[in-house]
């Protein structure tokens, strides 16, 4: 009997276009990939998939048997979706929401709190990946996440099935030990500190990605010298090592690191677009709208305080 994980296997390996890229979306290792299209193939009778090399492809019938893939596996994950909404009041379903962590604490979680009386439903929160965004709210596993446009923007395989909405838009402000600060005069463009030590992102993370777009633009080839995806630990890191950080404004914890916010101009520093993904079935779910109203509620009063602080003056 063909297994749904083997069918959700066939559909990732034709989306993403390798073994080893669906292992890494479905985080199985490239083996046991290999070993569900070859135990598929068997049932199926033909080959589903053709190595070539390193590499390969799907076969003519292995793009036929994943289009029925797809259309197998979405019907399942519809009547999912319609067993957790069910027909009962006496029924709380389960709203599950992922985010990244700053997006969890400065907007999910306001929401949350404000719909923890809701009758008919309550939130399950998970921490999220950008990157893994996509193929949670798919595979039916999130009813909606939090995840960056600019990550979003870069995937050209981005089921159309999928619906977005931008949450808020916030800029990343330029951070320096205000040790550094008091010495003088600083460079009034993002080049000119090219030659200090940065701290940066996890390597290969969705911002490191981000960051490091921006400044390659920008003709800025940072040396770092330490990596953290938290912002707060970032700062810390920055103050301990007397290095340069680009930290988003809604983190910003100048108080507590001993930094100080350097004036760049605006076009020079990057952005990040925070966007809420649902699919088109869970989009039409009669528990979600509240579940929008409160979410856009938290980013409309975080953007409120991200444009504060932006306007704010900032000295040298």
């Known amino acids: 009997m063909v297994s749904l994980s083997a069918l959700q296997t066939l559909r ?38 053709e190595r070539s090399g390193r590499g390969g492809q799907l076969t003519d019938e292995g793009v036929a048997a994943a289009e ?8 399942w994950e519809r009547g999912l979706l319609n067993l957790r909404s069910g027909s009962s009041s006496t029924l709380r379903r389960a709203i599950r929401i992922g985010a990244f962590p700053s997006a969890l604490a ?48 870069a995937d050209l395989t981005l089921d159309p099935r999928l619906t977005q ?5 916030e800029p990343f402000a330029l951070v320096l030990p ?5 010495m003088g005069s600083l460079p009034s463009s993002i080049r000119g500190f090219t030659d200090m030590p940065w701290v940066l992102p996890r390597r290969g993370s969705a911002c ?35 290095a340069v950080a680009l930290i988003p404004v809604s983190c910003l914890e100048l108080a507590d ?7 760049i101009p605006p076009e020079e520093l990057p952005e990040r677009t925070v966007v809420v993904l649902e699919s088109v079935e869970a989009a039409g779910s009669r528990f979600l709208p509240p579940v929008r109203q409160e979410l856009a509620r938290a980013a409309e009063k975080l953007m409120g305080r991200i444009n504060a602080s932006s306007a704010a003056p900032q000295g040298h």
């Open 257 to 263: 690191s001993g930094l100080q916010i350097v004036e």
């Open 165 to 169: 909405r931008e949450l808020w838009r």
């Open 12 to 49: 990732e390996l034709r989306r993403h276009g390798s073994v080893h890229a669906a292992a890494k979306m479905m985080h199985l290792a490239p083996s046991s990939v290999s070993q569900r299209i070859k135990g598929l193939s068997e049932q199926c009778g033909v080959p589903l998939f």
């Open 178 to 182: 205000k040790t550094f600060v008091a």
């Open 106 to 153: 400065h907007c999910v979680l306001p929401a949350a709190e404000r719909l923890r009386r809701q009758e008919f439903f309550h939130v399950e929160l998970l921490e999220v990946d950008p990157r893994e965004a996509v193929s949670l709210v798919e595979h039916a596993q999130l009813d909606a996440v939090l995840t960056l446009g600019e990550v979003l923007d």
């Open 208 to 242: 490191d990605l981000l960051l490091g777009r921006h400044l390659a633009r920008m003709g800025v080839r940072p040396r770092a010298v330490a990596r953290s995806d938290d912002w707060s630990l970032v700062q810390r890191m920055a103050g301990a090592s007397e």
């Open 68 to 75: 029925l893939a797809d259309k197998i596996v979405l019907m």
